[in-house]
């Protein structure tokens, strides 16, 4: 007598696993979503990706704690590549034109909002980690669990990775709750996570939409361009050493070269405030544009933070350096997203010949700190990258790279030097901090400074916003 076929007697050849790996025959057997349930499922969590990642992007800017600003443009470059693998996926599914731009609930849309125009960073952590992750988290998880796993092993692919992300920014988002927010505060907003808790039962039909009445959102929400840092980041219009100067000196030592290469690095925490800008005020772009441009905001997030590790590896405290955020302050307020971008693409086109990363990374080497070296290998390698996401996204909007090369320098031009405006306003003495701080780091060393370092007072009067990476002439 043979026994009946059922998928749970049914077995593979020689017990092998079945399905390639992907579950079990029973679960297989199961009906699963149909491709219309799921492309309407997958576009409410690919719509709540994409206004993470704005919500993410457009607040770097003002966020100032720095640990936050470099979280936030980790998280949104997560989001945003999560958001373009769902768009792929929803692709395959037979939805062209894909209608992944529609906004697929009117209360989703009040929820994002309401997290984007939050009034403090508080309030801010508390929207996005407490309430909008674990929102998205329990959309992914359970269209995976309600989906056929072999029918739609596509879909559980791309969400199975996502999930493992997502779970990552809620652990970082809980942890920074519970070191930011004391329950005494959070009692002031409990009304307007109530509206957020509503907006998602209306979302799931439980209450009707016009019942939702905006809090924070009742205004638009309106881009704040000016960078803000917290209270390690001391005299930040201060541009009185010059690292690039430096950096291009022969008689200097390499190590101290190292130091300020450093400084360099960590200044770079600038550009996310500065291409957070750019993503928010530029519209209607593809959006692979917003996931390149958002990757690159996230690699400058990452140099600023290679920066602060290479401090603390050599045992030097970097809140004696004076950080100035000119240069994204400028730009924000005094160009427009295009001009920004020429600038950008200006200064990184610079960065390019042997004399740009090739020549810190080869600084790096001679001075004999490893870490400084594998640090510089890889800012170096990060810069290529950038230079092709120029090419890919700015350069096309002149047709010719000596155009747009043009129109980046005649922008970079429009920022004239504000070294003596900025004295004169009081708002620094443009002190020069660099002796202290490396003679701070020879002590860590334990060795004795080089007289031509220490006595390095070189400052940026005169030379536009500051160099930045361009050669010092
Ligand atoms: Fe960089
Ligand atoms: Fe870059």
Redesign the pocket.
Known sequence: MTTKITPDTYRSYRNLPPLAGLCTLAQAAKPGLSIEACTTRLKEIHYALKRLQEILTARITSEPIYELKTGFAHHAHLCAEHADALRTRVGEMREPPLGLEAVPHPAWEIFFDEILAARTTEELLVGLYDHAMPELHSLMFHYSEDTNPLTDAPSRRVLRFAMLEVEDMIDFGEASVDALVTPDFRTGFHEWEELLQNCLKAVDGKIPVESLERQYSATPYVYDPLPKRDERWKDQWNQGVNAEAFLYDENMPAKAKALMMLFK?IR?VD?PEMMSSILTQTKGKPSKYYRDMTRQMW??A???MMGEVGFVALGVDWTAARITFNWSMRLNTECTPMERHAVLYFI?QG?MPRTGKRYEWEVAQESGIPLMATIQDF?WA??VL?AAIGRQWYIPEFGHINKALEYGDKCWSKITSNWQEVREKGLTSHENWWPALYSQACKAWGATADAKALAFATTYDGKRADLK?IHAD
């Open positions: 690095r770079e550009v690699d400058e990452r140099h600023a990184e960065l800012d990060d810069e950038h990476e």
